[in-house]
Antibody, heavy 121, light 110 residues
Framework: EVQLVESGGGEVKPGGSLRLSCAAS????????MSWVRQAPGKGLEWVGR??????????DYAAPVKGRFTISRDDSKNTIYLQMNSLKIEDTAVYFC????????????WGQGTLVTVSS | QSVLTQPPSASGTPGQRVTISCSGS????????VNWYQHLPGTAPKLLIY???QRPSGVPDRFSGSKSGTSASLAISGLQSEDEADYYC???????????FGGGTKLTVL
């Protein structure tokens, strides 16, 4: 059974940093492309970014609102991806989901339950 | 303002067929495949349709997708009360070099 479990959410002040983790199981993680998606309170889904498998180049892509502030990385030995969030803004407040991009090129077939990040002074 | 445009709401009665539209541009829908997600608040989103019209295993054939030019549609036939949820279209955008979602459509089963 595929499982994705996010952790690391919490409350942080504007300008602060936070690192989210997403632990995966139930599929061959080393070959997986993974994405982060967020949903702000009362808003729709917003793609944050993705990381390709090392075999696929291991490169990352980001949405414009987070580019230069957020970094996605992976540790294949731990079946985990990370979202390092720096210079956080109030508008980054959201539930953050990680997802497995199983159906190329960008269809996210399995999602975690999400972790809440609140940026507030 | 989302890159992909969806109607904010849709509704139907049990057994009816409803369609949800998604309008984009050459750089996204016009050049890349469309995916559709179902989301109930407080839960994990679920992939309903990928590659314009393909259903993942376990998704009922009541759900179907289509695409023409720079627009796509999700059709739900034999509407059921459990279909009440938010529906999102998504596609890769070559100009933005990223994935984009529609603003979402809240489906109400009357």
């Amino acid at each position: 059974e595929v499982q994705l479990v996010e952790s690391g959410g919490g409350e942080v002040k504007p300008g602060g940093s936070l690192r989210l983790s997403c632990a995966a199981s139930g599929f061959t993680f080393v070959h997986a492309w993974m994405s982060w998606v967020r949903q702000a309170p009362g808003k729709g889904l917003e793609w944050v970014g993705r990381i390709k498998s090392k075999g696929g180049g291991g490169t990352t892509d980001y949405a414009a609102p987070v580019k230069g502030r957020f970094t996605i990385s992976r540790d294949d030995s731990k079946n985990t991806i990370y979202l390092q969030m720096n210079s956080l803004k109030i508008e980054d407040t959201a539930v953050y989901f990680c997802a497995w991009v199983e159906k190329a090129p960008d269809a996210m077939t399995n999602w975690g339950q999400g972790t809440l990040v609140t940026v507030s002074s | 303002q989302s890159v992909l445009t969806q109607p904010p709401s849709a509704s139907g009665t049990p057994g009816q067929r409803v369609t949800i539209s998604c309008s984009g541009s050459i750089s996204n829908i016009g050049h890349n495949t469309v995916n559709w997600y179902q989301h109930l608040p407080g839960t994990a989103p679920k992939l309903l349709i990928y590659s314009d019209n393909q259903r993942p295993s376990g998704v009922p054939d009541r759900f179907s997708g289509s695409k023409s030019g720079t627009s796509a549609s999700l059709a739900i036939s034999g509407l059921q009360s459990e279909d009440e949820a938010d529906y999102y279209c998504a596609a890769w955008d070559d100009s933005l070099n990223g994935s984009v979602f529609g603003g979402g459509t809240k489906l109400t089963v009357l």
